[in-house]
């Protein structure tokens, strides 16, 4: 009953869903990826916001729900008749009365979690702008392999027309070979010499504990401006930035209009911020998920971090990856052994695989194991001093979240910096 429920609910939002978007005409910037697609919507409403009226998706509402909830602007009902009537009634007033101020411009997240997500999303609302940030082992288990996480991905830049545009990461070859298969206007971005939009001249803002972010040079059509990024480190992170520039470029912004759009730009929750941690210790806090090259990705930017102290790593399970599951926790494991790390504390269900890479490729610094992310701070507590630089990570269901929250240094800031800290998740 509760199946037959959801696909009627399903229905009715895409019904109304198509009905206002073929009323309002919005221009729809859809993105998707493995990794970086909260961090790109992020980074491309910052700069269209600046020039049209526009809307996001609210929280992580990237799926067949959320995204019409995005469009007919309203948040779930949940398990209540007056909160979906309240939907309901909102979606029909954008029928039957005009609003103005509807956005001229929709920024939707598209989640895939297994095949045929984006083709429903793109049916519901089909994109004028499609975006896709990498492809990677993300939800193996449920696609299989990584070839058809990649045909997947595709599919929201392979159904727009030739007047619209297929924004793609050049720096990977899966998203780049999308650039043989689109009707739609190719704009790349990326570090690679062959993208438009480029990123060069990347360093730090600051040095050890007392690092304050990124900063670089948006090089585009022979032009470049510098462009800041506040609270995070990893070379990774701007790419959401690149492909907000790419998207203002393809929107018909200059390379300074799209400058000061970012300057509004603040990653998200959970995705390499730089927070202060108990006794003068840096934290960085990559909780909101993980997958292996986002791990990978991780481990090498707090490895490049010069520190007078030790370089700890708290990392938990990678879910949803099937088959190569023991082998990518291995992996990541080396990857610890090869970056300089000092404390390896592993934690979960393939906490032992984590260790057996490490150990195998070297790994001569403490090592401590936890089945669960509760608990894991207070052994750590006591150990950390000035100095020191904390890498959590974790997918969402290891709830690595929990261990940064006791290692701040003012944990009573933990609602404003961290991911999941609303009542449903601290109950559990």
């Known amino acids: 009953m509760k199946a037959i429920m959801k696909k009627l609910l399903q229905k009715i939002l895409a019904y109304y869903s198509k009905k206002i978007l073929l009323k309002y005409k919005p221009r729809v910037i859809g993105i998707t990826g493995s990794i970086g697609k909260t961090s790109t919507k992020e980074a491309v409403f910052a700069v269209v916001k600046t020039k049209f009226r526009a809307r996001q998706n609210i929280k992580n509402y990237n799926n067949e729900i959320g995204v019409p909830l995005t469009v007919i602007g309203a948040e779930t009902g949940g398990r209540s008749i007056g909160g979906w009537w309240r939907v309901w009634r909102q979606a029909i007033k954008l029928l039957t009365s005009t609003d103005d101020n509807y956005p001229e411009i929709l920024v939707l997240e598209m989640g895939a979690d297994k095949p045929g997500d984006i083709e429903y999303l793109v049916d519901v609302a089909s994109c004028d702008i499609g975006v896709v940030t990498k492809v990677a082992p993300a939800h193996v288990e449920f696609f299989g392999s990584i070839e058809e996480i990649a045909k997947e991905k595709k599919k929201i830049v392979t159904h727009i027309d030739k007047d619209g545009f297929a924004v793609l990461n050049f720096d990977d070859n899966r998203v780049k070979n999308m650039a043989k298969q689109v009707k739609a206007k190719v704009v790349s971005y990326g570090f690679a010499p062959e993208a438009a939009v480029r990123a060069i001249e990347l360093t730090s803002q600051g040095q050890g504990i007392n690092l304050s972010g990124l900063q670089f040079k948006l090089s585009y059509g022979g032009s470049s401006v510098p462009v800041s990024i506040p609270g995070v480190i990893g070379g990774h992170q701007i790419y959401a930035a690149l492909a907000a520039a790419a998207v203002g470029v393809c929107l018909g912004l200059n390379i300074l209009e799209i400058s000061d759009g970012l300057k509004n730009y603040q990653a998200p929750?959970?995705?390499?911020?730089?927070?202060?941690?108990?006794?003068?210790?840096?934290?960085?806090?990559?909780?909101?998920?993980?997958?292996?090259?986002?791990?990978?990705?991780?481990?090498?930017?707090?490895?490049?971090?010069?520190?007078?102290?030790?370089?700890?790593?708290?990392?938990?399970?990678?879910?949803?990856?099937?088959?190569?599951?023991?082998?990518?926790?291995?992996?990541?494991?080396?990857?610890?052994?090869?970056?300089?790390?000092?404390?390896?504390?592993?934690?979960?269900?393939?906490r032992q695989e984590i260790i057996k890479g490490a150990k195998a490729s070297g790994f001569g610094g403490l090592i401590l194991d936890f089945e669960q992310s509760d608990g894991v701070s207070e052994e750590l507590v006591h150990g950390l001093k000035s100095g020191d630089v904390v890498l959590v990570k974790g997918s969402q269901g290891s709830r690595m979240e929990k261990v940064v929250r006791g290692l701040l240094a003012d944990p009573s800031r933990a609602s404003e910096w961290l991911v999941r800290q609303d009542g449903k998740w601290l109950k559990n």
């Open 269 to 350: 929750k959970g995705r390499m911020r730089l927070l202060p941690g108990i006794n003068g210790s840096l934290l960085v806090d990559d909780t909101y998920n993980s997958s292996p090259e986002a791990a990978k990705a991780a481990v090498e930017a707090v490895g490049k971090i010069e520190t007078v102290g030790s370089r700890v790593a708290v990392l938990g399970d990678m879910l949803e990856l099937g088959e190569i599951s023991n082998e990518e926790h291995q992996n990541l494991g080396r990857e610890i052994a090869v970056n300089g790390f000092d404390v390896l504390a592993a934690v979960g269900k393939y």
